[in-house]
């Protein structure tokens, strides 16, 4: 899996602080940004997470590259509606050499390595076979959920946040958690001060609210 940040809003924590300065200021708009130090962002930032006022953290928006996922992550990844994605298509693209993700279950148990194994082979000649005989939008019926994919996708930040609560969880699958902790990655390098508060429920709050489907971490709330 790769995950690469290719843009982002300049100065995202400036932006921010500026969007939370706008609410509590009387300032005129070209004045927003004067005087304003990191210091001073980095307090507003903090105000506004701390009061749960995230709208101002909808005014930075982060761009990330992704391949080498799995069609089953892209389908989770994608139900996260408020985002912008472009993924490569199997209508366009012809998938004969198609690569693929294997979890860790089957790739560490030989027999489930070899039964999965056969069974792509298996896929990647018919798939070819129907491929010259219907058009490529047809074919790709057959094709599995460990297809490797490729996207860009857009999530502002208070979008992210959201994100990250729910995929950096133990009850995430492991593939899109470990597409969360790569991004996390790279936006803690260039927002610090945006991206200081985030994780889990339980990491967050103190408390997991996933009841019997708790990963036992820690203590659930009780249903
Ligand atoms: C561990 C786990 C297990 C899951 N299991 C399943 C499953 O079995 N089946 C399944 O279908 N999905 C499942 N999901 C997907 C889950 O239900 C969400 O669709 C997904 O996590 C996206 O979250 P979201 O809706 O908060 O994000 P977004 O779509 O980005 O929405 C962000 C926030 O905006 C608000 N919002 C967005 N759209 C609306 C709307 N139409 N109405 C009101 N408020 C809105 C909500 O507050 C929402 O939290 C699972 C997710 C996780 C993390």
Known sequence: MEVSLISYTPEPEMTVAIAARRCYSALESGELASGLSEEDAKKLINTILEAGHLSPCEHASFTFAIEGVSRSL????VRHRIASYSQQSQRYVLESGFKYVVPP???????????????????RE??????????KEDARYILPNACETKLVMTMNCRSLYNFFERRLCNRA???????????????????????????????MRGYCPEGKMSCGKINSIIR
Request: glycine share 4%.
């Open 105 to 123: 279950t089957i790739a560490d148990n030989p027999k489930a390595r070899d039964l999965f194994e056969k069974q792509i082979e298996e896929i």
């Open 173 to 203: 699958q492991w593939e899109i958690r470990r597409l969360a902790q790569g991004m996390l990655e790279c936006v803690q390098q260039v927002a610090p001060n945006l991206f200081s508060w985030v994780g889990s429920p339980c990491e």
């Open 74 to 77: 892209s389908h989770q990844l």
């Open 126 to 135: 018919t798939y070819w076979k129907l491929t010259e005989i219907v058009p």
